[in-house]
């Protein structure tokens, strides 16, 4: 094919997948059946999946001009592989659709003649009109899905019936205009669009909904966990707080919490049942409670740049490291503000303990998970 009779895409459909394999090929086949007539393009977005799924990609890339594959190393997540996606395109309009066939591709059409008509998004939806999600869900997925749908509505209003919906189509402008505002991290892209973009747009997006019902995942296994769920209810409290608090940040001070407990019972049981004096009761509970500490941050808030092999024995010298020092920074202030009568002892910990935290998030993220 000559540039001459080169066509450029309208639509640039994102497909981001880890250990998606076996989709991929029957995804491209029934995205081309849905958009014949448009001229569009996959951008397939794979975090180097270990069954091969780039490599695919590629090859099937390699026979079609409209297929092209971002092979991501180092870097994991749905949100910013979305938005790496995005940003790759040159077309007008952008969509994301998940590899695992349980999105309608052919309503595709449908949601771009409501994006050409005005809309500034438009949803796939599952809880609208003739939506529904009965045949993609078991019976406690389906609860835990329209309880994120009632949360979710905190940031976008009640007019969008699926806000977790990970299936929906905008104009690149708009992306364009918001992508410097939007996080990394999670899994649920289009509730960080909708609640960026009513902020720094200063209006309400104009988002209409398509009705589709949600389909059996066609082969693979589902990427939904503890991690997806903790990440979501991370990004609702960051949106609350407009961005001030990171998702990261709220996850790592949650595992920080949980370090407590962990401290505090590793500690009373060091020291009670096995007769250990107290220097080394704190010393072994510190050793414990900073593991699991990392451990957790390694496994969820860090999921997208989880230490393995050596690194993660790097990562961990490094993050008792730091927790070291943020014990002196805990601490420092906190007898500074108790010492010169700032604040009561109560009040001077609990400074003290922030400033632990903060200080271990900002250090860790640069000397351990970089």
């Not at 910013?80 to 066939?101: P, T």
């Not at 905190?154 to 929906?168: E, N, Q, V």
């Not at 805990?330 to 002892?345: C, I, K, P, R």
Request: proline fraction near 3%.
């Amino acid at each position: 094919m000559s540039a001459r009779d080169w066509i450029p895409p309208t639509l640039s459909v994102i497909v981001p997948t880890f250990n998606e394999r076996d989709n991929i090929a029957p995804l491209i086949e029934k995205l081309e059946a849905a958009l014949a007539g448009i001229s569009f393009e996959v951008i397939i977005v794979d975090d180097n999946s270990p069954d091969g799924t780039a490599d695919l990609a590629k090859q099937i890339a390699a026979q079609k001009p409209h297929v092209r594959c971002i092979h991501r190393i180092g870097r994991r997540g749905l949100s910013s592989a979305c938005i790496e996606g995005m940003a790759s395109s040159a077309a007008e309009f952008v969509a994301v659709i998940d590899a695992d066939h349980q999105h309608d591709e052919t309503i595709l059409t449908q949601m771009l003649d409501q994006a050409r008509a005005g809309a500034d998004i438009v949803v796939g939806s599952r809880y609208t009109g003739e939506g529904s999600s009965q045949d993609g869900f078991s019976a406690s997925r389906q609860k835990g899905s329209e309880l994120a749908t009632r949360l979710s509505g905190i940031l976008t209003g009640k007019a969008l019936s699926d806000p977790m919906s990970g299936f929906f189509l905008l104009r690149r402008s708009l992306f364009n205009e918001i992508v410097p505002r939007l996080s990394r991290e999670g899994f649920k892209i289009l509730l960080d669009i909708i609640a960026t973009g009513n902020r720094q747009l200063g209006r309400k997006l104009t988002i209409t909904e398509v009705p589709y019902t949600f389909r059996p995942r066609f082969a693979g296994e589902s990427k939904m966990s503890a991690l997806v769920v903790a990440q979501f209810l991370g990004l609702i409290v960051s949106q609350i707080s407009r961005g001030i608090l990171p998702t990261s940040f709220l996850l790592f001070s949650l595992v920080g919490a949980s370090g407590v407990v962990v401290h505090l019972s590793v500690l009373t049981f060091v020291f009670e049942v096995l007769d250990f004096n107290f220097a080394n009761s704190q010393l072994a509970a510190t050793l414990v409670a900073m593991t699991t500490n990392y451990l957790l941050n390694n496994e969820l808030t860090y999921a997208d740049k989880k230490l393995t092999g050596s690194r993660f024995w790097t990562g961990l010298l490094s993050f008792y490291l730091v927790c070291s020092f943020g014990t002196l920074a805990n601490v420092s202030v906190a007898s500074v503000l108790f010492e010169t009568h700032m604040a009561n002892f109560i009040v001077a910990g609990v400074a003290g303990a922030v400033m632990s935290v903060v200080f271990n998030y900002a250090v860790t993220r640069i000397f351990t998970w970089r």
